[in-house]
Every structure is written in structure tokens, then in C-alpha cells.
């Protein structure tokens, strides 16, 4: 008598502790290995374009803020700047500056979660616990200057709604001197962990020109090899008048562009940002963040496409304006969007305790891929 | 890296009546108008040729012009009948760093646009996104059905200009 | 010597009621389903951090939701996910409590106008016992929440029963 193997759909549901939000991953498997992943998204559509199509052009940045929840100030920042090139509107430089602060500050925040959540996933409960230690250091930074700890409104078209508190500076310089052994306390309890790289290594690795193909940006792109950055390629604020590198993956525990890669890549980048924020409070200028502000927003007819670089990727605004008061169209590139097409391909021939693990390096966020 | 006029005369040479025109009277980019069912091999040749090379989709969306004219329906709800339906494509290369903006325009009563998948790979989950919130079938896509909505939703397609809220659905109340 | 081996150094006898044992007993130690949707997940994550301990209180996360007591819903509810609320909440054994946490899930929270595919409010699908407002709320509302449910735990009664 033969035996006969026959092939079991698994469901890893929209309640799941690591799936990281409402997802929905269809396992096709072959006894313990994955023959094929079918994700189901859609669970928290919340219909921001037509929401947007009905507000006026300042009502839109709360709705901006709740698509991307763990890097609200990126999302607002990447607005603005769209709104302000279709108007030709041109702010001064205080405003450049602070806004490159909170983004970089939001950056570090944003990486804390991921590198917490994803030590979560693997096993280790600690680092969860350090990472959000170090998190609520820099929302309290972000609640002295605009009084709300996780979704801003701060960032508005053609400056910011008000100045920075006058212990900001002081409490930022402390921030980041206490913030570098934390890193380095980070590394030795996670990055280097010998189980943590038994898990993560090899696992997972995404060739350089398969993420192109399927338009992957970001962390996950540098990981892979490829030196790509919107910060030095395709500039935009102030950011060429500071000095920094762009980290990228090198295979140091396995091959380029393994799961360890992409989350290493997410350490060294917490460095940089360091650097850029101790630059730029160094050379901030004075100013009136206020001054720039239209009195009422009426952009010309035209369309125009934006980006900025988000923590998770290349972050695009295509706005289309028919002249009014309301926008005609706005509609979002989300970096996790992107990337949740290529998990598939990722997935294929490992077992399901791995998906875990190349779900959480690839760092994604519900609320922008449904929007 | 090319301009827009270049890459424009580039392709009219290749493809001559498929590529429309080069719209640059509006702010703030200019963008090449395309025939419809022709995209897709534009789409191929604009991926491989050597001056050109753009390898990677950055954004593809449908939009609702909304030029057609406004009716009222049986019920007394207004819609509209006529008019277009476009889909915008945004292309970059990062290997010689230029990018462009095409733009295809459709029936709205029929809207049909030839796919890019084959190109760009990037392309499928935005043209599932396109043809959930408008109704825009892509011929020869690989899986094209809802993404966002749930599977059995039936009330047509949400961001549509005249699209009406349905008042139950699975005995839930949907409108406040 | 403290105020406790006073009470206990001639005999170890409490007197109490049945229920309020019961009820100090389940108010002390109710265990969540891990389950965030949003925005407000993240406060969620951030009250069971370090800062704002959960875990004094009793609450902690389970991944499962036929092992505990509380569902907190934190985050907007679509109709997609509403069927799946509806029986996650089913499969939870009794006695079961709701807390709707954010302005999302006691009333579609800034989506109720225009949002086609919210859901504007948890309680048309299942029973709400505790809502916290606030679009996040604070870490501070969100136990302010709870100890409003531990008050309501500790005025149940078994004899009488409740709707």
C-alpha cells in the first residue's frame, strides 16, 4: 500500500500575536515547509482617499498621521512638502531644520518598535522592554513641543502649528547622550545572541534585483546590497548640509540580504540618525515658524508626485488639484504595500516557524498597507 | 538622465500613434499620454531599452476624472454617465536617474487597460487596488479580484465621484 | 510587627462573603487577548511596557482568547474585521468583559462621515462595558479604564443575574 501525502492550507488569522496587525497569511504546506503564502489584507481599510477628497487641504494632516501610526511625523512631513512644491510655497529655514529633527527623531522611534516587537516574535521578552524604555523618552520630547505623544498634527502646509518648547535642546542633548550605551546594550543582548542568529541568518534572502523588480525601497533594499537612499539620491529639506552615511547590508552572519541584514541594517541606521539630529541642533537657525503659512490654501490645477524616505521605505504623495478647496485625488505609495508583495517569494521553502521571522524583518505596519 | 521631450520623441519614433501626446502646460510635471491597450508593450520596451532603461514602477493609480455628465438615476441619487476613467503610471530609473509620468484615459462606462505585470512585478497589487476602488479591468492580469473591500461586496466601486453607501451589509448598519 | 500579623497571630481564620472573594479574586488577575488593531495598539503595548506597568494589575496578554477574560478593542473595527470581533468574542469563555478602547471603536472615531468600510462602533456587534475615550488615549485612561471595570467586577453579584 502507498502512501499518499496530501497538501494542508493553514490559517494564520486576523488575530494573531505576531502578525503585527490585522493580517491574514494563507499557509500552503507540505508537511512542515511552505509550498505557497497567500496574504489577505484589507482588514483595517479606513478610506483615506475618500476622506481626503472631502476635506480641505489642511484637514487632510490628522487623516495623513493615523495611516502610518508608528512614523507620523514622515507622514506629514511628506505631505507638506508635496502641497508646498505644487504651490511654490518656500518656508523658512528654522522650519526646515525642526522638521528634520522630529523626523529623525520619529525614525529612531519607529525603529525601536520593530527591533522590540521582532526580538518579541523570536523569543526574547527583554529587549521589548528596553526598546520601549528608550521610546518613551522621546515621546515625552514630542509631547512637550505639540502635546500629543503618537499622532501629531504638527507639521502643517508651509511651516509648523508652533515653535519649539525652550527645553527641547537642552533635553534632546541629554537624550542622546544617554541614548548611545542603550545602543550598544541593545547589540549585546540581541544582535549578537548566537540563538537570535541561528533564527535569522540565511533565512529568507532577497536578491537585489528581484526588489527592484517588485519596487521594495528602504531598509529592506539596503540590506540587499543596493546603496539607495531618497536622502542622498534624490534630496529633499536640508538634508545635503549634513554629514552621514548610508549603512548597507554585508552578509557579515550569512548571506547579503538574510533576515539578520535587515535588521542590523535598522541599528546602524539608529547611529546615523543620532548623528544627524546632534548636527542640526548645532546649526539651527532662528526664525518664525508661523510666518509662511497661507492664510487660505488654493493650490493651481496641476498634479505632482512626491517622496520622502519613511523608516520602511519610499513614502509617495501623487496629489491632483482641480483648482478648488478640496482636493481631486490623493493618493498614497506606502512602502509596507510594496513589500507585502514579495513576501511570498521570500517564503518559499522555509518552515512556518520561519515566516515569523521574515514577517517581522521586513517591518511592516497595517494601517499603510490598507490605509 | 533625459527629459521628458526626449524620452517623448524616443517613443513616438518606436510607437508612433499609441503615444498621444506630451502634456507640460500645467504644473508642476509634464506627462505622455498613452493609448490604453498599447501599455504594456510600451511598458517592455521603456523597461529594456538602453537609454532608457526604467526599472522600477514607483506609483500606479486609478483616477476618476469625473468630466462626464451628471444624471439622476431611478432612485433619485445622481450619477455619471460618460466621461473618463485614467490611470497614472510613475516610472523611475536608478540607474540613470530620470523619471517619468504616463497617463492612460478610458471609458467609464467600459474601462479597459492592458497590464504591466510583465514589466514590473510591482504592478499587481496597484492594479488589484485600481480595479477595486474603480472598476478598471486590466486584461491578461494574473489574479484580478478585491484586495481592500471584502470578497462579496457588491455595492459597486467606493471612489467613484457618485458612489451611494449601501445601508446594511451582513446586518451591520454601515452609515453613523 | 505589621498591620497583617496582627490580624493573623491568634488563628488564621478571614471572614468573607463568597461573592466578594470571588469578585476580589477575578478583579486581581484578569488576562487579556492580545489583540491590538491600530494606532491604539501601540498605546496598548506601551501601557504593558515598563513605564505604565499592566502587569501590577494582574492584566496579562494571552495569545489565545479561550484563556481569558477581557478583550480590549483597541483600534478601528471594519466590516471585514466585524464578523471576525463577532466570533472571536463568542469564543471566550464566560465570564467575559469588553473594553472599547479609542474613539474609533466607541463611535467610528474620525471616520464616521465619510468612511464606507467602518464599522461606527464596536457595540453593534458585541456588548461594551467599559469605553475609554481618546484618540490615542493616554496610557493613564487606558488604567483608569480598568479600574473602572474592577469596580464593576467587584459590585457583581452570583445570585442575581445580569443582562
Sequence with gaps: ?371 | MKTAEEIFSILKEKFGDSIIELKSDKPVEPFILTAPLEVDKISIYLRDNSELLFDSLMNLSGVDDANGEKVKDENGNEIIKGGNLSVWYHLESTKLKHKLTLKVSTDREKPEVATVTEAWKCADWHEREAYDMYGIIFLNHPDLRRILMPYDWEHGYPLRKDYQNPEFYQGMKVPY | MGILDKEFSEGNIVIAKTEDLFNWARLSSLWQVGFGLACCAIEMMATSASHYDFDRFGVIPRPSPRQSDIIIISGTVTLKMATRIKRLYEQMPDPKYVISMGSCANCGGPYWEHGYHVLKGVDRVIPVDVYVPGCPPRPEALLEGLMKLQEKVRNESMVKKSA
Excluded at chain 1, 5 to 22: A, C, D, K, R, Y
Excluded at chain 1, 72 to 92: C, D, K, T
Design chain 1, 1 to 371: 500500500m502507498a502512501l499518499k501525502t496530501e497538501e494542508m492550507v493553514l490559517n494564520m488569522g486576523p488575530q494573531h500575536p505576531s502578525t503585527h496587525g490585522v493580517l491574514r497569511l494563507e499557509l500552503k504546506l507540505d508537511g512542515e515547509i511552505i509550498s505557497d503564502v497567500i496574504p489577505h489584507i484589507g482588514y483595517l481599510h479606513r478610506c483615506f482617499e475618500k476622506h481626503s477628497e472631502a476635506m480641505t487641504y489642511p484637514q487632510v494632516i490628522p487623516y495623513t498621521d493615523r495611516m502610518d501610526y508608528l512614523a507620523s511625523m514622515y507622514n506629514e512631513f511628506g505631505y507638506a512638502l508635496a502641497m508646498e512644491r505644487l504651490m511654490g510655497i518656500e518656508v523658512p529655514e528654522r522650519v526646515e531644520y525642526i522638521r528634520v529633527i522630529m523626523g529623525e527623531l520619529q525614525r529612531i522611534a519607529s525603529h525601536l518598535v520593530a527591533l522590540g516587537t521582532y526580538g518579541a516574535d523570536i523569543g526574547a521578552f527583554t529587549p521589548f522592554l528596553f526598546c520601549f524604555r528608550d521610546r518613551e523618552r522621546i515621546l515625552h520630547l514630542f509631547e512637550i513641543t505639540c502635546g500629543a505623544r503618537l499622532l501629531y498634527n504638527y507639521i502643517w502646509i508651509g511651516g509648523l502649528s508652533n515653535d519649539l518648547h525652550p527645553d527641547f535642546i537642552r533635553l534632546t542633548k541629554e537624550f542622546i547622550k544617554d541614548f548611545k550605551p542603550n545602543l550598544k546594550e541593545l547589540n549585546d543582548l540581541l544582535s549578537y545572541n548566537a540563538i537570535f542568529i541561528e533564527r535569522t541568518a540565511n533565512v529568507g534572502v532577497l536578491p537585489p534585483d528581484t526588489a527592484i523588480n517588485y519596487g521594495v525601497t528602504g531598509p529592506n533594499l539596503r540590506a540587499s546590497g543596493m546603496k539607495w537612499d531618497l536622502r542622498k539620491d534624490d534630496p529633499y529639506s536640508v538634508y545635503h548640509k549634513f554629514n552621514y552615511e548610508i549603512p548597507v547590508g554585508s552578509g557579515a552572519k550569512g548571506k547579503i540580504g538574510d533576515c539578520w541584514d535587515r535588521y542590523f541594517i535598522r541599528v546602524r541606521e539608529m547611529e546615523e540618525s543620532l548623528k544627524i539630529i546632534e548636527q542640526a541642533i548645532d546649526q539651527i537657525p532662528d526664525g518664525d515658524v508661523t510666518s509662511a503659512i497661507p492664510k487660505r490654501i488654493k493650490p493651481p490645477e496641476g498634479q505632482i508626485y512626491t517622496r520622502v524616505e519613511n523608516p520602511r521605505g519610499e513614502l509617495g504623495y501623487f496629489i491632483i488639484s482641480d483648482g478648488s478647496l478640496n482636493p481631486a485625488r490623493v493618493k498614497v505609495r506606502a512602502p509596507s504595500f510594496v513589500t507585502m508583495q514579495v513576501f511570498p517569494e521570500l517564503c518559499k521553502g522555509w518552515m512556518v516557524a520561519d515566516v515569523v521571522a521574515i514577517l517581522g524583518s521586513i517591518d511592516i505596519v497595517l494601517g499603510e498597507i490598507d490605509r
